[in-house]
């Protein structure tokens, strides 16, 4: 049974305008939907608010009043009428949108949709909302504290908040993100609370894990094995910086549901495997070997068979200044192929970075593009013509085939680099 | 007929054929929601519409795009009849909400060991019950 407090009472009723209200509302019946009995108040939400596709723009261009308000009113906030939408009254971050305002045409997005993208962030803007334009806002300002409750969309970056940094937010959605960003309020349903935080599941990881390919197949495996439950590793697993992070959780919430993970030892929950559990038996215990990871690079490469590689994607989550600083490194001076495009995507700070270190330069130089904003799957874009793309995420090569119906090859960075600069995928199992 | 007793997620009654995934069904990424098909490779539903169908199912997975995407399927004219699930969620529960079709959760009996694709069932949100007609 939901119980409500005088100030949410107050928003419910009406008492802070009609908008609040509405996400009031639609806070309720998730509430209710989820058995939730009270809400948590969060000074941090990570959304898309007002944001809209080709599709949605479309859809709310003759529904009445200005088009920013009818898309956040009838779908962020699923009302039925039209509502003026005040400021965000906690500090609120856009995540990544539909492309990028530089390379826009690159991109091949079309000139009408890319004015449309301009308008709801100005709409976003307008409202208080900080334009993060990013999938790793933990990256770009936004570092959440232990212990601090959040109300994040973006999987891979929940993951990463919940395991890496402690702080405590579930899988949240567009139009409950928008909700909270209006009322500063989350149903306090699992994660936000300690139990559900346990450990469920032990992957034992019987090899060393130390390059980011290593982190990115393992997370594919735990997603795949564990799904939805919370996985506590223990094994011979190398101290892992945010890169290798990135790439594991953004895996494990691709492959399955994993919003919370415990690498023993290592993550701020799991000082050891019995702290991490918490007390749960194990339900089940899985075995990470040679087999595994050799399962999983087939999976990931099942559908790529033609060797002549059209595109490199490189950027998935967005990539860190070192990815960018590796990048132009294993580049060297070189050209890549004239049948091959590399396209590199990062959020706008980072890339403000690699500006002024001279790796976007030296991409550039090379024949690479560095996007910010989105990336191929988000928006749904590759260079003309691809038939084959190589990829280093497994995320990205969980989705890209899924939506593009594209050839695509997992590797190493390496093997990206090289397949840009040949022409050529030779990417082999890590053994 | 077979009565299956659930938790109300979203109220409503509505009836269909069902369709039946013992996986968990993916969100943005690996479902188009003008076309109303789930299209992650290997899925079991890959390319099966479910538009009007009962989609009985384990759970959400995946992106945090799964209520937009749902969403979006009401608007397109391509959602769900009802949902009848296992596994709570806040993708399903809030995708639920916002698709605006009955769903029911916390069953007394698995609803996965007991219906099929094809069943004739009857979801009625409100009560929590979930009745279900074998095909012959």
């Not at chain 1, 939400?45 to 009043?65: E, H, I, M, R």
Request: aromatic share 8%; charged share 20%; glycine share 10%.
């Amino acid at each position: 049974m939901l119980t409500l407090t005088d100030d949410e009472k107050a928003m419910l009723d009406g008492r802070h305008g009609k908008a609040r209200q509405k996400a009031m509302g639609l806070l309720v019946r998730y509430a209710e939907a989820l058995g939730a009995e009270r809400f948590v108040d969060t000074q941090n939400v990570a959304g898309v608010p007002g944001s809209a596709n080709a599709f949605l723009q479309n859809y709310y261009k003759d529904k009445g009043g200005p088009e920013g308000d009818a898309i956040f009113s009838f779908f962020d906030l699923d009302a039925d009428e039209l509502v003026e939408a005040p400021s965000a009254v906690v500090h609120t971050c856009h995540l990544q949108g539909g492309a990028d305002p530089l390379h826009w045409q690159t991109l091949g997005v079309r000139e009408e949709i890319v004015r449309g993208h301009e308008a709801r962030e100005a709409f976003a803007v307008s409202k208080g909302v900080e334009i993060l334009k990013t999938c790793t806002p933990y990256l770009a300002g936004n570092v959440p504290a232990f212990g601090e409750h959040l109300a994040w969309m973006e999987s891979s970056a929940v993951i990463y908040a919940n395991s890496v940094l402690g702080a405590r937010t579930n899988t949240e959605g567009r139009e409950s993100t928008s909700a909270a960003m209006l009322t500063g309020k989350i149903p306090d349903f699992g994660l936000h609370r300690d139990e559900p935080r346990r450990g469920t599941h032990r992957v034992n990881v019987r090899l060393p894990i130390e390059a980011v390919i290593d982190w990115g197949m393992l997370g594919y495996f735990t997603g795949d094995v564990v799904q939805e439950r919370i996985p506590v590793l223990v094994g011979d697993m190398r101290p892992p910086d945010i890169v290798r992070l990135k790439h594991f959780g953004a895996a494990a919430s691709s492959s399955g549901g994993v919003e919370m993970y415990h690498l023993a030892g290592i993550t701020p929950e799991a000082p050891d495997p019995e702290t991490a559990f918490g007390g749960n038996v194990p339900e089940e215990v899985f075995d990470y070997g040679p087999a595994q990871r050799k399962q999983v690079y087939d999976a990931l490469n099942a559908n790529a068979s033609d060797a002549d590689v059209d595109y490199v994607m490189l950027g998935c989550p967005h990539a860190a200044l070192e990815q960018l600083r590796e990048a132009a490194a294993m580049l060297d001076g070189r050209r890549i192929s004239a049948n091959t495009r590399l396209w590199i995507f990062t959020s706008r700070a980072v890339r403000n970075e690699a500006d002024a270190a001279g790796f976007t330069a030296a991409i550039q130089a090379a024949g690479g593009v560095v996007m910010t904003d989105t990336c191929s799957a988000f928006a749904q874009a590759v260079p003309p013509g691809t038939k084959v793309a190589a990829l280093d995420s497994a995320k990205q090569a969980h989705y890209l085939p899924a939506i593009l119906g594209l050839q695509a090859w997992f590797g190493t960075t390496r093997d990206c680099i090289d397949a840009a600069l040949t022409g050529r995928w030779n990417g082999v199992c890590p053994s | 007929m077979i009565v299956l007793r659930g938790r109300k997620v979203v109220g409503g009654r509505a009836q269909g054929e069902a369709l039946v995934t013992h996986m968990t069904v993916p969100g943005w990424g690996g479902v188009n929601p003008v076309k109303g098909v789930i299209t992650e490779t290997r899925h079991d539903l890959r390319g099966v519409s479910f538009a009007g169908k009962v989609l009985v199912f384990r759970g959400a997975k995946g992106s945090s795009g799964w209520s937009a995407m749902y969403h979006t399927t009401r608007l397109a004219g391509t959602a769900p009849a009802a949902l009848v699930f296992n596994e709570m969620t806040t993708k399903v529960a809030l995708g639920a909400v916002v698709m605006r079709v009955p769903s029911v959760t916390d069953f007394d009996q698995d609803p996965l060991d007991v219906i099929e694709t094809g069943d004739w069932v009857i979801v009625d949100g409100d009560c929590g019950v979930v009745e279900v007609r074998k095909k012959s």
